[in-house]
């Protein structure tokens, strides 16, 4: 039972993830920037962590990568291309390279 609920638990955090990530479909500004709840971060690089209900948008030529823990910890959950942005409505943390 405990495997089960385990399970279920790792599919509604995966489910929450990918339902979050919307956005356009549009290329990068090249304006090399990270837009986080209303803070804009220029030539972001490293990990950022944030809270729930976050809104993240990708301006860089890189992909981002989602986390699913705060300090780019724990599995890798998704990625969000340039020029996208994410909503995710639990918190996680976001690497630029």
Same mark, same amino acid.
């Given at each position: 039972?405990?495997?089960?609920?385990?399970?279920?638990?790792?599919?509604?955090?995966?489910?929450?993830? #990918?339902?979050?990530?919307?956005?356009?479909? %549009?290329?990068?500004?090249?304006?090399? &920037?990270? %837009?986080?709840?209303?803070?804009?971060?220029? &030539?972001?690089?490293?990990?950022?962590?944030?809270?729930?209900?976050?809104?993240?948008?990708? %301006?860089?030529?890189?992909?981002?990568?989602?986390?699913?823990?705060?300090?780019?910890?724990?599995?890798?959950?998704?990625?969000?291309?340039?020029?996208?942005?994410?909503?995710?409505?639990?918190?996680?943390? #976001?690497?630029?390279?």
């Amino acid at each position: 039972m405990r495997r089960f609920i385990s399970t279920l638990g790792s599919l509604a955090a995966a489910a929450v993830l #990918v339902i979050g990530l919307g956005g356009s479909a %549009h290329a990068s500004s090249g304006s090399d &920037e990270l %837009h986080l709840n209303g803070y804009t971060f220029h &030539e972001p690089h490293g990990c950022y962590t944030f809270g729930n209900f976050s809104r993240v948008t990708n %301006h860089t030529d890189n992909p981002a990568v989602v986390f699913a823990y705060p300090y780019c910890f724990g599995p890798q959950l998704g990625i969000i291309p340039p020029g996208d942005t994410a909503f995710l409505l639990v918190k996680r943390s #976001v690497w630029f390279g």
